[in-house]
């Protein structure tokens, strides 16, 4: 069974510029889940897609938003970056909300310069 | 807001020794507490959960255990070896949403 795959894993953008990551959940999870990671400050939540509907969604600005495809495929882009958002994203997948196990990916190390 | 709580932020034990990361949640309605392991450039994985109707659990030199009535539970590793050395990463989940702990770096030393 493959695991989950998020691309591309490495990204350098310049502050002002937009980015999308993609993340590809285990198949047959519906449920996938976005966490912005940084030194200190562990997994901060950003949202959560559940069969194309955000579910949950943490205390991030607008700027940081996502979808979820019918074949679970999800996208989060960021707009206006900013050097802050200098980040490792990670994706996991589940296949549901809540109390189940939750597979990460490899996650996106995303730099502003 | 409902938050975890995860002691130490970091912990440094000699190789063969145990070591204990200790984390408290403040949601009733948890229910399930997975734990996870991150090794450098990887993300995050699964090594052990538990169910809230369940007070100890043990996997080989893992072992977790939760007290509901005081809303602790805690990781236990014994025999500790180099390759234990990593963050971990506690969790608490109701039926809607897991909230992380903000990790605990365990160094071994040999």
């Known amino acids: 069974k493959a695991g989950v795959t998020q691309t591309p894993r490495y990204l350098i953008k310049t502050r002002g510029q937009q980015v999308t990551l993609s993340c590809s959940p285990i198949?047959?999870?519906?449920?996938v889940s976005w966490y912005q990671q940084t030194p200190g400050q562990g997994l901060q939540f950003l949202f959560e897609?559940?069969?194309?509907?955000?579910?949950n969604k943490g205390n991030f600005p607008g700027r940081f938003s996502g979808r979820q495809f019918s074949n679970s495929r999800s996208e989060m882009n960021v707009s206006t970056l900013e050097l802050g958002d200098s980040a490792l994203y990670l994706c996991?997948?589940?296949?549901?909300?809540?109390?189940?196990?939750?597979?990460f990916g490899q996650g996106t190390r995303l730099t502003v310069v | 807001g409902e938050n975890v709580e995860q002691h130490p932020s970091t912990l440094s034990v000699q190789e063969g020794d145990s070591a204990v990361i200790k984390c408290t949640y403040s949601?009733?309605?948890?229910?399930?507490f997975p734990w996870y392991k991150q090794e450098l450039g990887k993300g995050p994985q699964l090594i052990i959960d538990?169910?809230?109707?369940?007070g100890e659990k043990k996997d080989q030199r893992i072992a977790v255990t939760l007290n509901k009535t005081a809303k602790h539970f805690s990781l236990h590793i014994t025999e500790t070896q180099p390759e234990d050395s990593a963050v971990y990463f506690c969790?608490?989940?109701?039926?809607?949403?897991?909230?992380f702990g903000k990790g605990t770096r365990l160094h071994i030393l040999p």
């Open positions: 996991a997948s589940s296949p549901q909300t809540g109390r189940a196990e939750a597979f």
């Open positions: 198949s047959g999870h519906r449920s």
């Open positions: 897609y559940f069969s194309e509907t955000q579910r």
């Open positions: 949601d009733s309605a948890s229910n399930y």
């Open positions: 538990i169910r809230s109707n369940v």
């Open positions: 969790a608490a989940s109701t039926d809607d949403k897991i909230i």
